[in-house]
């Protein structure tokens, strides 16, 4: 799977093995890939249902899935920034918004879009290239 990936998101890999070794030592041994192939985002995910579950939890977690996807789609993930912004408060003994010295919870909007993927390398059989550009051969023996 992963040759055919035209952008990683390692720090999506890191997510989802991070959030796994929390339920188990095991998740050491899973190889997940993730990243987009054209403007559509891949994941593998583990066989058994519950790590699946968990998996997906973790990616849906905090909007990082949808910030994701809407920077695939092109978008600048503006509208995914707001809406976490706006969720997010501290809660204090009350129940009431905690802030120091009785300041006004608000956001500094700031501009950093997001462009989409482009892919990295350009994978080929050509075996005269880098190994980089080289797509791996796997062989069958029976």
Avoid: C, W
Avoid at 22 to 45: K, M
Avoid at 110 to 122: F, I, L, S
């Amino acid at each position: 799977m992963s040759p055919l990936i035209e952008r990683h998101a390692p720090g999506l890999v890191h997510l989802i093995l991070s959030s796994s070794l929390n339920h188990t030592p095991f998740a050491s041994l899973s190889r997940p890939v993730v990243g987009t192939i054209g403007n559509t985002l891949v994941v593998t995910l583990p066989g058994s249902l519950k790590a699946v579950k968990e998996n997906l939890e973790a990616l849906s977690a905090a909007g990082v899935l949808d910030h994701a996807l809407d920077l695939i789609k092109g978008g600048t993930g503006t509208d995914v920034h707001h809406t976490l912004s706006s969720s997010r408060h501290v809660q204090g003994a009350e129940g009431r918004d905690a802030q120091p010295h009785g300041h006004h919870r608000h956001h500094h909007h700031h501009t950093h879009d997001h462009q989409v993927p482009k892919p990295r390398t350009v994978l080929s059989h050509d075996p005269s290239l880098p190994g980089e550009y080289q797509l791996p051969v796997a062989l069958a023996v029976n």
